[in-house]
């Protein structure tokens, strides 16, 4: 059973710093791309950060410079160091497995985690 352990969040002035974890269980971790997203208030989740079997990373665009994913494929673990937080990064983050099918990208994983919350503000 796919199990996905989020943690790591907490309250931060705006210029301060989290790392996040994610700890996955009962998926073959190492073969599969990972993700983070989060999810403001009123909003959308939105995929910010994704990490492929081989390393290769992609951000968008609002958090490019200041997150970096990475992972841990011995303790089935993914990361993501937040670093200069400001206050629109308020939100619930999530981690799944993102994948392009056709012309969007769908998660592999239909049932998320609780979430770690992370709130910025001074």
């Known amino acids: 059973q796919v199990q996905l352990v989020e943690s790591g969040g907490g309250l931060v002035q705006p210029g301060g710093s989290l790392r996040l974890s994610c700890a996955a269980s009962?998926?073959?971790?190492?073969?599969?791309?990972m993700g983070w997203y989060r999810q403001a208030p009123g909003k959308q989740r939105e995929l910010v950060a994704s990490?492929?079997?081989?390393?290769?990373?992609k951000y968008v665009d609002s958090v490019k410079g200041r997150f970096t994913i990475s992972r841990d494929n011995a303790n089935d673990t993914v990361t993501l160091q937040m670093n200069n937080l400001k206050p629109r990064d308020t939100a619930v983050y999530y981690c799944?497995?993102?994948?392009?099918?056709?012309?969007?990208?769908?998660?592999?994983?239909?049932?998320w985690g609780q979430g770690t919350q992370v709130t910025v503000s001074s």
């Open positions: 009962g998926i073959l971790f190492s073969d599969i791309i």
């Open positions: 799944n497995s993102p994948f392009p099918h056709g012309s969007t990208t769908r998660t592999l994983f239909v049932s």
């Open positions: 990490i492929a079997a081989g390393g290769a990373t």
